[in-house]
């Protein structure tokens, strides 16, 4: 089983000149423009961008991580509710079309380059047979298309399908056309926030369209979806196939406290003679020490892919 958080893409961009220009963990620098309308998208976000120049002002210096922790802490307990849930969903609309764009340039270059850990991943799809990306792009996806069975969706999880399950949202998760009454646009008509209506999935041509919902966990935010209906049956699915894998690989996963609940869920629906590989530069020790008290084998791979054990 295959557990891959932003590293992933950090590790692409690494590999890729083409990328330089998109870090995923600064997307406040990307310009990213208003879908069907001029301009750019931050300026039909008001409540946000506001927002964003004070505590830029404030505190020059701040990693946007740090932004988007510090953003949904002031929207969270902004004395009008009204300005509160305006900030946290355009907030969340910001972050889901930045990397709707970014998704684009990220999987063009795919086929262009070398990249160990994409070949890496593509070379033991058969092995690992499920995963779960804490990702809101589709490279891990993309990569794993030429893989005949792969199922990337919040909807079904079929017994012989090589699943991607995404509890932090997917740029290609939007709102079921029969529930629409407005089309979207930006600036937006409504704001709604943790809705939990039915999602479907987008054609990679359409990332770029706006959505009512934007329905992503913001990076330094503890999950608001676990119990939602396109959340839960895939935390299942994860338990489930934890339980029969074994090897479990967590690539790129920082084991950000706001995370860990979801990463030791399933760590501990894994036997505990499965192998588990930590591949990460600089892992976290917490991490290590809990996951070597629970199982016997515990790999960390701090420079790129290795072959999987026997």
């Not at 990076?219 to 339980?243: D, I, T």
Request: hydrophobic share 40%.
């Amino acid at each position: 089983m295959l557990v891959v958080g932003n590293g992933l893409a950090m590790d692409q961009r690494q590999h890729t000149p083409a990328l330089a220009a998109w870090n995923t963990q600064a997307p406040l620098s990307w310009n990213v423009p208003n879908p069907g309308r001029k301009g750019p998208l931050i300026d039909a976000l008001p409540v946000v961008k506001e927002e964003i120049q004070e505590l830029q002002a404030a505190s020059p210096g701040l990693s946007d991580f740090e932004m988007f922790t510090r953003l949904a802490d002031s929207f969270t307990h902004d004395a009008s509710p009204a300005r509160s849930i305006a900030g946290i969903v355009e907030l969340r609309h910001l972050i889901l079309q930045s990397f709707a764009l970014y998704t684009g340039h990220a999987e063009h270059h795919l086929a262009t380059v070398e990249w160990p850990w994409g070949s890496w991943i593509t070379a033991n799809a058969p092995r690992l047979r499920s995963a779960v990306s804490f990702n809101y792009d589709l490279v891990l996806e993309s990569l794993l298309e030429r893989y005949p069975g792969v199922q990337c969706g919040p909807f079904h999880y079929d017994p012989g399908a090589f699943v991607v399950v995404k509890p932090h949202g997917s740029v290609d998760y939007t709102e079921r056309a029969d529930i629409i009454v407005n089309r979207p646009r930006y600036p937006l008509i409504a704001h709604i926030e943790t809705s939990q209506a039915p999602l479907r999935l987008l054609p990679r041509g359409e990332l770029r369209r706006p959505r009512h919902f934007a329905d992503v966990v913001i990076p330094g935010e503890e999950s608001k979806y676990s119990e939602f209906g396109w959340v839960r049956p895939g935390r299942a699915w994860a338990r489930a196939q934890a339980k029969k894998s074994r090897y479990l690989v967590f690539l790129g996963l920082s084991y950000w406290p706001v995370d860990r609940r979801e990463l030791d869920e399933i760590s501990n629906a894994a036997d505990p003679s499965a192998t588990v590989i930590v591949a990460n530069p600089y892992p976290d020790p917490l991490w290590l020490e809990k996951l070597r008290h629970r199982f016997s084998s515990v790999r960390v791979w701090t420079k790129g892919p290795e072959p999987l054990p026997s």
